[in-house]
């Protein structure tokens, strides 16, 4: 059974710092590709970083800079370091891997940005 357990989630003002965190059990996250995603409310989900088995990784282009994706493989763990934080920012943020078959979503984690 796969579980994605998200957390670190939470308010942060403007210009604050948050880690997101994304536990796997039940798949080995190291083998595929990890994304993180953010959904604004009224907005379409988005990609907003992925981390890939080689380890290299994308951003979209409104969090280069700001944003880091990381892997830790002895915790099974991938997270999304958030610094800069703006308002746009906004939003429930989801963790999801990609199998040859199936990508396995979590159950996402909500950030807000307050000024």
């Known amino acids: 059974q796969v579980e994605l357990v998200e957390s670190g989630g939470g308010l942060v003002q403007s210009g604050g710092s948050l880690r997101l965190s994304c536990a796997a059990s039940g798949i080995i996250f190291s083998v595929y590709k990890v994304g993180w995603y953010r959904q604004a409310p009224g907005k379409q989900r988005e990609l907003v970083a992925a981390i890939f088995r080689g380890g290299s990784t994308n951003y979209v282009d409104s969090v280069k800079g700001r944003f880091t994706i990381s892997r830790d493989n002895a915790k099974n763990t991938v997270y999304l370091q958030m610094n800069s934080l703006k308002l746009e920012d906004t939003a429930v943020y989801y963790c999801?891997?990609?199998?040859?078959?199936?990508?396995?979503w979590g159950q996402g984690t909500q950030v807000t940005v307050s000024s």
């Open positions: 999801k891997v990609d199998t040859l078959g199936l990508g396995y």
